[in-house]
């Protein structure tokens, strides 16, 4: 698809075989699919050769929902259980990796949220100042009688959640729009937003209800999955530099291999 051949120790890989295995990888174009399809053959060929080089034989294997891999397969899984050896993630590592990701290891807060949602384009400036009216009118009115809500949403919300009374369920972070979210989230338990909230929808009255914050899990917890992404992480590094141990040897040429997020070491 580039126009210059790939070559893998000295070999060439067939344009019919590179066309045939593209059908293999989904791509946003087809010169995409077919510089993916040529790195996956390019490096399966170093590794065979390599497999061939050091005569190693596989027994037959199975992968990883059950089915018997094909000869070629199982003996490169041969070669890479042979050849590429890397750590186990101790207690230590795993610690650090905790610490340094925190984040990572909390439960989102979730909010009960309902709304009352004022349809309006953004870039009708007309009709977003009335549908802002609108909303402070209805505002107000809560604040004045906050039993109200699900009624008014029923009546004034475009929003289909208006036939739950606006009711929206739990809602915890990235799952609304960022100006709604800000401002929900911002909110204690069962208040109401005393300003009216434009979104790309139009305006909203938005009232929180239950609010469960974010737990941070324990060390305990996670440390087997800790372990798992680690181990994995340093096994793709390794089958990468492997990989490129055998192109520096064999030479590659027509295909820029791509290392440890290549077809062949996923």
Known sequence: MNGEAVIVGGREI?????????????????????????????????????????????EPLLDAEGRPLTGEDARIDA????????????EAACRRFYEAHRERFASPVLVEAAHILIEADPADEFAMGLAMGDARTLIRRLQAEPDRFAALARERSA?????????????????????????????????????????????????????AEGRQLPFEAVQDAIASYLEEASYRRAVAQYIAILAGQAGVSGVALGGADGPMVQ
């Open 159 to 211: 929003c289909p959640s208006r036939e739950q009374g606006g009711n929206l369920g739990q809602v915890g972070p990235g799952q609304m729009v960022k100006p709604f979210e800000a401002a929900l989230f911002a909110l204690g338990e069962n208040e109401l937003c005393q300003s009216p909230v434009k979104t790309r929808f139009g305006v909203h009255v938005i009232r929180s209800g239950r609010r």
């Open 79 to 90: 070669l890479l259980e042979r050849e590429v050896r890397t750590p186990q993630a101790d």
């Open 14 to 58: 067939p344009s019919a075989a590179i066309a045939a295995e593209a059908q293999h990888h989904p791509a946003p174009d087809a010169a995409a699919a077919w510089n993916a399809a040529a790195e996956a053959l390019a490096v399966r060929q170093l590794l065979l050769d390599e497999a061939e080089r050091l005569d190693i034989a596989a």
